[in-house]
């Protein structure tokens, strides 16, 4: 008899130590979303809503967090389930490389492409600011700490040489649009998908403009630096007087921890990235519409996961070396 509650305890424990999983065909998902306002929030409340109409035994929770840096944390610590992650965040922090934190967060496995996330610089349209090297004396939201917009802000802004000459103030989306709007700062940055709700609320009240970030990236050496991608928005995206924005974008993927059974993650990749399943998260939000079988998993920077592996493979897609399954 001792020897049967041993072995059924060694299996409960066995159990306890795989995120989300449960007794009686039950699976409870944790998804990491973002800052109020965001985008990540979005699509993770989405995520939620969705999978467990289609899978059973499927419960999710969606979760805010900080945003990109937070949930690779959490996903690699299982804290969380599923999470979206920044590529470039994902792959520093696997190698141990994200500010001032040494800690390597290798738990994170990459499922698929949800969207590019442009860097996005508003100011006044009457503001003397006319590049990121005008930040000087400034005073500028970047986003909530631990978010991938306050790391990527920090991330530009060292490089070119400006983020110990300005103020940066830590705040999400919703929050730096109203300070804005009140002339409490002078500027506000978000790396998002466009069109932002936030920075559509600060036009609404305030004419705005975008700086071309991506022209300083260009001049600084940025892109040979990081892994991010020159990219444009369009003219008339935030206004019809409102001209494009030359920028850089960073891949938004949609992360699993590793211990995650594969049949658990196959299942939510074929319910994603059905007819359904997509059309069901552009419904959601428009940003979402490059969220395809033809992107797959365009700039994951960690291995996928066995069962994204499997999903992808299916689909004819040829796998990179550096992205098949590791232990």
Not at 185 to 195: E, H, K, N, Q, T
């Amino acid at each position: 008899m001792k020897k049967v509650l041993l072995i059924a305890l060694a299996l409960a424990v066995a159990v306890s130590m795989v995120p989300g999983l449960a007794a009686a065909g039950v699976f409870k998902a944790k998804i990491g979303g973002g800052p109020t306002g965001g985008t990540f929030n979005t699509f993770a409340n989405g995520m939620a809503v969705y999978l467990p109409k289609v899978i059973p035994g499927f419960q999710a929770t969606a979760v805010g967090s900080g945003g990109s840096v937070e949930n690779v944390k959490r996903i690699s610590s299982g804290e969380s389930t599923f999470g979206l992650c920044y590529a470039v965040d994902s792959d520093l922090g696997r190698r141990g490389k994200l500010p001032k934190d040494p800690t390597k967060y290798d738990g994170v496995r990459a499922m698929g492409y949800l969207y590019g996330a442009p860097a996005q610089l508003i100011v006044r349209a009457d503001s003397d600011i006319k590049s990121a090297f005008d930040l000087k004396g400034k005073r500028v939201a970047v986003g909530n700490a631990g978010s991938g917009a306050a790391a990527s802000a920090e991330r530009f802004f060292r490089h070119i040489g400006v983020w110990d000459k300005f103020k940066p103030t830590f705040m999400g989306y919703s929050a730096a649009a109203s300070a804005f709007k009140d002339g409490k700062i002078d500027a506000f940055w978000v790396l998002v998908g466009y069109p932002n709700r936030s920075v559509i609320e600060a036009s609404v009240q305030v004419k705005i403009r975008l700086i071309n970030v991506g022209d300083d990236a260009k001049k600084s050496g940025f892109y040979k630096a990081y892994a991010y991608a020159p990219t444009v928005i369009p003219a008339g995206t935030y206004g019809k007087n409102i001209p494009e924005c030359r920028t850089f974008q960073d891949s938004t993927i949609l992360s699993v921890n590793k211990d995650v059974p594969a049949d658990v993650v196959y299942k939510v990749m074929k319910a994603l990235w059905s007819k359904k399943g997509m059309a069901a998260m552009v419904a959601a939000k428009k940003t979402f519409k490059a969220m395809t079988l033809e992107n797959a998993f365009r700039g994951a920077s960690v291995p996928l996961h066995p069962g994204a592996y499997k999903f992808w493979v299916e689909q004819g897609k040829k796998i990179p070396d550096a992205l098949k399954p590791v232990k």
